[in-house]
């Protein structure tokens, strides 16, 4: 079955401890991404990738890191989580290539993360 | 840069209502326009898209149609469910990788 997963689904944590919250696909989409969404925000970029060992920040990158080293994989790192990353994280892939503006985005299940 | 307004909820309707949730666009170029649909608990997923100007996107008995003198991408839907119930999210992407949602509208449709 062709899905994007993710895990943890829910953790609560506490400032400063650093958190990976891990994003797999299994269908050889080029294109990841995360998101955070918030009440009344809608859904925000964090950052993105267009490839293996290509990244780039979306609009809402403080306090994010990323890394692609396999094409299935995009973990995304909170080297120092704040309250204020308090959110429901969401993880996205698409097939990608030379333009992704047309693309279908498919979406992980979610990450509900609690800093405390 | 592009943004997107949608209509604030959240909308209640009862069953077999007509529905509309506007959504209007700012953006350079020539975006592509999505309606994402996220039920209870889950993540989003597409629910119809439109990639130029007059193409009108269609599923589920959803439509909207790409309007570009109005910058506009209003979903419509003739006769709800309750299985209609959920999140609605009006998105733009335009060829720089990064794709821009509306703050999204909860609809709830009552038996």
């Known amino acids: 079955e062709a899905q994007v997963t993710q895990n943890p689904r829910y953790l609560i944590t506490v400032t400063g401890k650093k958190l990976t919250v891990t994003c797999s696909q299994n269908m050889n989409h080029e294109y990841m991404s995360w998101y955070r969404q918030d009440p009344g925000l809608g859904l925000r970029q964090i950052y993105y990738?267009?490839?293996?060992?290509?990244?780039d920040k979306g609009d809402v990158p403080e306090g994010y890191k990323v890394s692609r080293k396999e094409k299935r994989n995009f973990p995304l790192i909170l080297e120092s989580p704040s309250p204020n990353q308090t959110s429901l994280y969401f993880c996205?892939?698409?097939?990608?290539?030379?333009?992704?503006?047309?693309?279908?985005?498919?979406f992980g299940p979610g990450t509900r993360l609690t800093v405390l | 840069g592009n943004s997107v307004t949608q209509m604030e909820g959240p909308v209640t309707l009862s069953e077999e209502a007509f529905l509309t949730i506007n959504c209007t666009y700012t953006?350079?170029?020539?975006?592509?326009l999505f309606w994402y649909v996220q039920y209870p608990g889950e993540g989003l997923q597409l629910l119809l898209k439109?990639?130029?100007?007059?193409d009108k996107g269609s599923n589920k008995g959803f439509e909207a149609t790409y309007r570009k003198e109005t910058t506009s991408f209003h979903l419509e839907k003739g006769s709800v469910q309750v299985s209609d119930s959920a999140v609605y999210f009006c998105?733009?992407?335009?060829?720089?990788?990064?794709?821009?949602f509306g703050a999204g509208t909860t609809v709830t449709v009552r038996a």
């Open positions: 998105a733009l992407s335009s060829n720089d990788y990064k794709l821009s």
């Open positions: 953006a350079t170029g020539y975006p592509s």
């Open positions: 990738s267009m490839n293996v060992e290509v990244t």
């Open positions: 996205a892939s698409s097939f990608g290539g030379t333009s992704t503006s047309t693309d279908t985005q498919y």
């Open positions: 439109a990639t130029k100007a007059d």
